[in-house]
């Protein structure tokens, strides 16, 4: 998918070079700027197929919640068929196409995201084991068509928006983990449509299927795996999650606003790109919600920027940064509605909600069992 999506060289060495002197410049600035230190891993330059192997990883722990749902479902569709039929001949093609169905889901989405990022955790989410700098040039130079900007400031800009964000994620070690369990949380209670499934499983085999033919049918009930409802419990992850999101990338536009000001003139203009991509949405939004169900859009980023500028004009740049020291520290969606509250006096604790408590309950029985 990501092939048949334009021409992905490998990077250069000279690229790679470019990149990693953008990237030791961006650090040079951000040292100034921010209390989280640099990462000890080396920029580098990937190409579209370098992203998804990289990250591919993540991505299966996400989609393991899914996978197991589907497996559920799909034994429950053949009971029933076996028991209707007495022939348990179909089974192993039904298998088949329910695997091609999200395989299809999973290459299509990750294909298409991997065409459009620029960088390794340009979605706002952690997606290497290890915290890394990587920018990919070929859609770095995407990006920068029809910007009447200097392919040099553009990179530069980017530089120091991932060599950000990778250095939080490094520095904050709850940060990342509570991205990946909200995410997981949100997936274990997507429903898979069973009637849906059964219905297009139907419909399109038959015994003389080819395993062409199984790989096609997937292709083309990819997409149709989810029930559209929504749990309370889903709305409760989704509402921390986008807040947590939020919170990230306006840190970083935040941050970067500071750092880049007094040194690129193009500073403003390239953030309002950033934003209206943003504010498009694309595949970052696609791919969530084929991988795992959820339509996630951070809709408060310019909210949460505020109110780290105001942190940072009130308390200084140390108190905007020590506030990811731990979560019951960070702001929540509360203080987003008053920034500048936060801004004077930091966080005031609230009472624990219905999710807390089944985490509390949870972390009880875990440490009794121990």
Known sequence: MAASLGTDATPTAAQVTQIRDAVGLADLWLDQTIAFPRISAPATAWSRADWVEQTFSTWQTLARPIVTSLAASMRDLMSREAAASGDNLMQPMVRAAASGMFAAQVGQSLGRLAAEVVSVTDIGLPLTARPQVALLPTNIADFSEGLDLSPG?????????????????????????????????????????QAALEEAIEGQLSSAMTPQDIQEAGLTLAGKLFEPSVSDEQRQVLARLETLLALVEGWVDEVVSVTITQWVPAAAALTEVVRRRRAAGGPAEQALKALVGLELRPRRTRDAANLWAATRVARGAQARDDAWDHPDLAPT?????????YAEGGHESTEPDDLDAQLAKLLDEESGQG
Do not use: C, K, M
């Open 153 to 193: 400031d553009v990179l530069i800009f980017l530089a120091l928006r991932e060599a950000a964000r990778q250095r939080l994620f490094a520095s904050v070690g709850w940060l990342g983990p509570q991205l990946h369990a909200l995410v997981e949380h949100y997936a274990r209670e997507i429903t898979i449509d």
């Open 333 to 341: 969606a509360a203080d987003l509605d008053d920034p500048l509250g």
